[in-house]
């Protein structure tokens, strides 16, 4: 009665079914444990850590002079301008230049006179302390000084006008390229580094992260982004381990970076995991 049994009955030839679905059957419960890991052999960990800045704007500089004479003197004549470099080396002879020359015709005798094709760009506004007719500022911007740029000297000696004169050229921009240092941060034990410098070589980076993260190192290569480490530099590392919560562990976690004193125009570093580390399985569980 408390089965239910009879409720159903079903006839099929000289086979004869009767329902009882009040009836318990108990079976034994089954569960199934598995351990398992996706590496056969042990696969270390690489991480990449790199800097960076904006390097169109970081290798720019800028140079300025100037036109003027005595109130209300109109200024005519010319003046030169002579390309200085290094050791006080005078490249290429000076280039003879008109009082109002433009900015288009200055950009190119740079260009044809000092081989500055493509390298420079040149402005021209009123000289806003002057007050003589005809008086210019000249803006020269040369656009890649990676490796330093001369000085453009002035001589006004051929001015017109009472009391005209040309200014000495004053560098108005210098480049703002990669300096100072970042830090980097265990995010597992809290530790951090000492500073690292911009320009830190492959066994700097190795040592530190050992000696202050308490991270194993296998090995760090490291790499200038754009020629040189002012504009950039990458650093691969690849791992050994380091010892976690549950001993031994070849996963390491993602560094993590302070760029407090790292200079330079949208200076910046970062890291990323470039491979994840794997190990064989091994251990107890409970």
């Known amino acids: 009665e408390g089965d239910l049994y009879g409720s159903a009955v079903d006839l099929d030839g000289d086979l004869l079914a009767v329902g009882a679905p009040g009836k318990r059957n108990p079976s034994p419960e089954v569960q199934v444990v598995t351990v398992f890991s996706e590496a056969l052999d042990e696969e270390h960990e690489i991480q990449i850590i790199s800097t960076s800045v904006?390097?169109?704007?970081?290798?720019?500089?800028?140079?300025?002079?100037?036109?003027?004479?005595?109130?209300?003197?109109?200024?005519?004549?010319?003046?030169?301008?002579?390309?200085?470099?290094?050791?006080?080396?005078?490249?290429?002879?000076?280039?003879?230049?008109?009082?109002d020359v433009s900015a288009e015709q200055l950009r190119t005798f740079l260009e044809d006179k000092l081989n500055l094709r493509g390298v420079v760009h040149t402005s021209r506004s009123s000289n806003p302390t002057c007050d003589s007719q005809n008086g210019w500022t000249w803006n020269v911007t040369f656009?890649?000084?990676?490796?330093?740029?001369?000085?453009?000297?002035?001589?006004?000696?051929?001015?017109?006008?009472?009391?005209?004169?040309?200014?000495?050229?004053?560098?108005?921009?210098?480049?703002?390229?990669?300096?100072?240092?970042?830090?980097?941060v265990n995010s597992i034990n809290g530790l951090s580094s000492r500073a690292l410098p911009h320009n830190a070589p492959s066994n700097t980076v190795k040592d530190v992260i050992e000696e202050d993260l308490a991270i194993s190192v296998k090995s760090v290569l490291s790499e200038d982004i754009h020629e040189i480490p002012e504009l950039g530099r990458r650093w691969t590392i690849v791992f050994s381990h380091h010892v976690g919560e549950h001993g031994r562990d070849v996963n390491i976690p993602l560094l993590q970076v302070i760029d407090d004193n790292l200079q330079g125009k949208d200076a910046q570093v970062w890291t990323h995991t470039g491979f994840e580390g794997r190990g064989i399985l091994n251990g107890t569980f409970a």
């Open 54 to 99: 904006n390097v169109s704007e970081a290798i720019r500089t800028s140079q300025e002079f100037s036109t003027c004479a005595d109130p209300e003197e109109m200024i005519r004549g010319t003046f030169q301008l002579t390309y200085i470099v290094a050791d006080n080396y005078t490249y290429a002879s000076s280039i003879e230049l008109d009082a």
């Open 143 to 184: 656009l890649d000084s990676t490796n330093g740029v001369g000085i453009l000297k002035t001589d006004g000696h051929s001015l017109i006008g009472e009391g005209a004169d040309i200014s000495e050229t004053i560098t108005t921009r210098q480049t703002d390229m990669l300096e100072g240092a970042f830090i980097l």
